[in-house]
């Protein structure tokens, strides 16, 4: 279970409650963000009245969203990562080589963030999107960054997260959970078997500093009638092996 957490302003706290809430809603109204929150109307009102002054909501007949603005603060957070700069055009590179998804993932906070993906060709359509927030036992790119992360910082993770399904084979156990990480960490790459999507599997692997900590993770992504036998097995992790390998070499060298 998460771990409850003491804030020291409160006020701050429940502004960005607000701002999470509505986007999970899509929108959302006063009475309806209200009720979602348990709080009282007139604190809500209040809050989203001064989000929508300083630009940050937008207010569409009484409906709240989040604003464009958000875009701006992520757009330059992202552009200033080394990480974003040195992976992209290996991330594009991969698309176009596997034809399938490519993907390159961060761990904040204990959660795996979307800080780039660029469709290849042949892909399906995904509900992934830059700067999308997943558990990290979910997806093999979230798995490949555990498996280099001390184990204390593992269950730290899965403390204040949980270990939630999102698929019914989503790893849910700890103890499942580390084996995979070991086996992982033996076999160099992570995979992803219908564990956040169903019908889709993923490759991944790790992107190490010169210490062996892991900065990232790159992945590849596709549909299982695509990703059998030795696609799966052999092809698109010897791909994931080298762009990662070369993202590596690159972050130290650039």
Same mark, same amino acid.
């Given at each position: ?41 007139s604190t809500v009102h209040d809050h989203l009245r001064t989000l929508t002054e300083v630009e940050y909501l937008v207010n569409e007949n009484g409906t709240y969203h989040v604003g464009a603005r ?23 590179? =991969? +698309? @176009? ?9 961060? !761990? $904040?906070?204990?959660? /795996? ?36 992360l001390p184990e204390a910082t593992v269950d730290e993770i899965i403390d204040r997260h949980g270990l939630p399904a999102v698929t019914e084979q989503t790893v849910t156990d700890r103890d499942e959970?580390?084996?995979? =990480? +070991? @086996? ?9 078997? !219908? $564990?956040?999507?169903? /019908? ?55």
């Open positions: 279970m998460s771990q409850e957490v003491q804030y020291p302003v409160q006020a701050a706290a429940t502004t960005f409650r607000i701002i999470e809430t509505l986007h999970d809603l899509n929108g959302a109204g006063v009475a309806e963000l209200a009720d979602e929150l348990e709080m009282p109307k958000f875009l701006e603060l992520g757009g330059f957070a992202r552009s200033q990562m080394k990480l974003y700069q040195v992976g992209s055009p290996e991330i594009k590179k =991969l +698309a @176009e080589e596997t034809g399938e998804h490519a993907n390159l993932l961060i !761990e $904040e906070h204990g959660k /795996g963030i979307f800080l780039n993906k660029v469709k290849g060709p042949d892909a399906v359509n995904l509900d992934t999107h830059i700067g999308m927030r997943v558990y990290l036992q979910t997806t093999a790119l979230g798995k490949a960054i555990l498996s280099r959970l580390k084996a995979q =990480l +070991a @086996e992982i960490r033996n076999r160099g790459y992570a995979i992803d078997d !219908e $564990e956040r999507v169903l /019908g889709m599997r993923c490759v991944a692997a790790p992107i190490c500093d010169e210490d062996g900590m892991p900065i990232g993770a790159v992945s590849v992504s596709g549909p299982t009638n695509r990703f059998n036998n030795e696609v799966f097995e052999d092809e698109i992790p010897k791909s994931v092996l080298s762009t990662a390998n070369v993202i590596e070499v690159n972050m130290t060298y650039t």
